[in-house]
T-cell receptor
Framework: EDQVTQSPEALRLQEGESSSLNCSYTVSGLRGLFWYRQDPGKGPEFLFTLYSAGEEKEKERLKATLTKKESFLHITAPKPEDSATYLCAVLGANSKLTFGKGITLSVRP | ETGVTQTPRHLVMGMTNKKSLKCEQHLGHNAMYWYKQSAKKPLELMFVYSLEERVENNSVPSRFSPECPNSSHLFLHLHTLQPEDSALYLC???????????FGEGSWLTVV
């Protein structure tokens, strides 16, 4: 059974304090790893898809990386508007998408 | 605007009521999904439709009944729900089943 574990469960940062969110996974035949951002009371917003180990993608202050066992979402010089819950999901060979519980990020001004 | 529109955004219903959630996608996708999101739990896949045909039913109780009349519309019919069914219900779509999925804003359901 595919599994996704995200850590830490919650993260509080000072504005400008860079950090990383971790997504560890076990999957049979990785077809893609996805990162989403979810604001309170809203649906998840797609951020990135990574397909193979070594791949990296960037968007503004966010950079996602992938190895064979985990993915990191690096946040450089975060701002308060980056506060949200970040979800990681993997798509396996069975075409099923498995989500982690998410990481709640709070960025203080 | 996400391209996936859900109505209503909030719904309160009694355990004996019958109601429906509606989802419409404007992205030209062929696959549509219903997910349930409860506090402190990962998103749970409920149903998958590909080209209007149900391809996944993830052991969901029969009090939840999906309907997909065409590739742009998806409904979730609700009847005799339980308080533990209170959650955020998310509709999503993807170009094909197994591609990147895009979510709507969700429908908050409270069962009293």
């Amino acid at each position: 059974e595919d599994q996704v574990t995200q850590s830490p469960e919650a993260l509080r940062l000072q504005e400008g304090e860079s950090s990383s969110l971790n997504c560890s996974y076990t999957v049979s035949g990785l077809r893609g790893l996805f990162w989403y951002r979810q604001d309170p009371g809203k649906g998840p917003e797609f951020l990135f898809t990574l397909y193979s180990a070594g791949e990296e993608k960037e968007k503004e202050r966010l950079k996602a990386t992938l190895t064979k066992k985990e993915s990191f979402l690096h946040i450089t010089a975060p701002k308060p508007e980056d506060s949200a819950t970040y979800l990681c999901a993997v798509l396996g060979a069975n075409s099923k998408l498995t989500f982690g519980k998410g990481i709640t990020l709070s960025v203080r001004p | 605007e996400t391209g996936v529109t859900q109505t209503p955004r909030h719904l309160v219903m009694g355990m004996t009521n019958k109601k429906s959630l509606k989802c419409e996608q404007h992205l030209g996708h062929n696959a549509m999904y219903w997910y349930k999101q409860s506090a402190k739990k990962p998103l749970e896949l409920m149903f998958v439709y590909s080209l209007e045909e149900r391809v996944e039913n993830n052991s969901v109780p029969s009090r939840f009944s999906p309907e997909c009349p065409n590739s742009s519309h998806l409904f979730l019919h609700l009847h005799t729900l339980q308080p533990e069914d209170s959650a955020l219900y998310l509709c999503a779509s993807s170009p094909e089943a197994g591609n990147t999925i895009y979510f709507g804003e969700g429908s908050w359901l409270t069962v009293v």
